[in-house]
């Protein structure tokens, strides 16, 4: 089902929402109903109203993690991750900076412009606290402790449209969401991921001891 409204989860139970949402106007899944192939203001406004959803499904000290980037049309810069900020921010989130997700196996882009080898996760929180700076502070992926500890990543992408062996057209490493899991939560804590996918929350999920929710509009991906 939609993400629009899940009254099938309780609200202040969820301890962290982890998500990648479809970009605006890019990937057409085929499915009546889906997210992503409105007008850009109808799109914010159909998302604006999931954010508001997470925002009450999670405790009070409880996390949001957005993974998104900018989008660019017809030569036009499109600042999907400026609109969510605003909005979460409208809500009631507490917006606590950006991590870089560094894709080292960078996906090709059109010969006029650079590789694509980052994408944005927006950070939030339910309080003003953030509770997991600790375990962020902890991670290490560089050679330059200047780079190290804090919001760089290094985690490779594995597949993406040109995949086309894979399930989904946009599947975003386990090791992502495993690592945000084990920063946001503890074990027996509830996860819940709005845009589900081919599952892969689920499964970080499954094998770090956490308890997964997810929606997903097809049906074809839930089986």
Known sequence: GTSETMPQIPDNAVK????SPPYWDLKDY???GQIGQESYQQYLDRLALVWKECYDKLTDDGTFWLNINIR???NKVILIPHDFVKQCKQIGFHYKGILIWH???G?????KNIVDRHEYVLVFSKSERLNCKEQMEAISDYKHEDINHGLFW??????????????HPAIYPNDLVSRIVKCGTQPGDIVLDPFLGSGTTIMACEQ???????????PHYCD
């Open 16 to 19: 962290c929402v982890i998500t």
């Open 72 to 74: 660019v049309k017809n």
């Open 208 to 218: 770090t001891q956490r308890i997964g929710y997810g929606l997903e509009l097809d």
């Open 154 to 167: 290094n985690i490779n992408r594995k597949a993406g449209s040109v995949g086309k062996k894979y399930i």
């Open 30 to 32: 085929y499915k009546k």
């Open 107 to 111: 996906i090709p882009t059109h010969d």
């Open 103 to 105: 894709k080292s196996s």
